[in-house]
């Protein structure tokens, strides 16, 4: 499982640290796996990219929406985080999609 209890927790962990190099060292450890194996599942599963290229840049952005989003994951509500940022992630790449396809008509 590349998002179970312990990325759950990497998640609860870097909220609660206070120094920022702490926070990255969390992040890019335990955390920042969890986000590509996830975007990488949900481009691959719904068709999202349609080359190599555009597979590898809209991984990256889908990763990087991810860590913005950390903040914003309140494990007090009783989510999982797989659930929240697989939703987050998901709507992302449908907007992005819907942009794509907006430019190429």
């Known amino acids: 499982m590349y998002f179970g209890k312990e990325a759950h927790q990497a ?5 609660a640290q206070k120094s ?5 060292k969390i ?3 335990r955390i920042k796996p969890s986000f590509e194996q996830l975007s990488e599942n ?3 599963i719904h068709g999202f990219a349609t080359d190599t290229n555009s597979f590898q840049i809209l991984k990256s952005d889908c ?4 860590f913005e989003t950390l903040e914003k994951f309140d494990p007090a509500r009783g989510s999982k985080a797989f659930s929240y940022f697989n939703v987050c992630a998901k709507n992302f790449l449908i907007i992005q999609s819907k942009k794509r396809s907006k430019r190429k008509t």
């Open 11 to 15: 998640v609860v962990d870097y909220q």
């Open 27 to 29: 992040y890019i450890e």
């Open 42 to 44: 949900l481009i691959f």
């Open 20 to 24: 920022r190099s702490e926070k990255n």
């Open 63 to 66: 990763v990087s929406f991810l």
